[in-house]
């Protein structure tokens, strides 16, 4: 049984600093491209970063210089280093982990953490 359970949000103030993690249990992490989402109450989820298997990466236009996306494979972790926090960062972050075998897709989800940014 495939699980992703994130850890690490919390509530921070503005400019502050918050680390979340992605724990992979029952999947080789490794072979998966795994994203980090959000969503803000009101608003649709929306990819923030992400990382592929051969640790290629990709950023939300917003958090491009505040947010890092790394992955630990012999921990199965995959982790965002999240700093200058801002209000509208605000939002439930979920992990994702993706492949594709043999034409078909793998898709798992975390059940997410919340972070709030407020002072």
């Known amino acids: 049984q495939v699980q992703l359970v994130e850890s690490g949000g919390g509530l921070v103030q503005p400019g502050g600093s918050l680390r979340l993690s992605c724990a992979a249990s029952?999947?080789?992490?490794?072979?998966?491209?795994v994203g980090w989402y959000r969503q803000a109450a009101g608003n649709q989820r929306e990819l923030v970063a992400d990382?592929?298997?051969?640790?290629?990466?990709n950023y939300l236009d917003s958090v491009k210089g505040r947010f890092t996306i790394s992955r630990d494979n012999a921990k199965n972790t995959v982790s965002l280093q999240m700093n200058s926090l801002k209000p509208e960062d605000t939002a439930v972050y979920y992990c994702?982990?993706?492949?594709?075998?043999?034409?078909?897709?793998?898709?798992?989800w975390g059940q997410g953490t919340q972070v709030t940014v407020s002072s």
């Open positions: 029952g999947v080789i992490f490794s072979s998966y491209s």
């Open positions: 994702n982990a993706f492949r594709i075998r043999n034409g078909v897709s793998y898709h798992y």
């Open positions: 990382i592929t298997s051969g640790g290629s990466t």
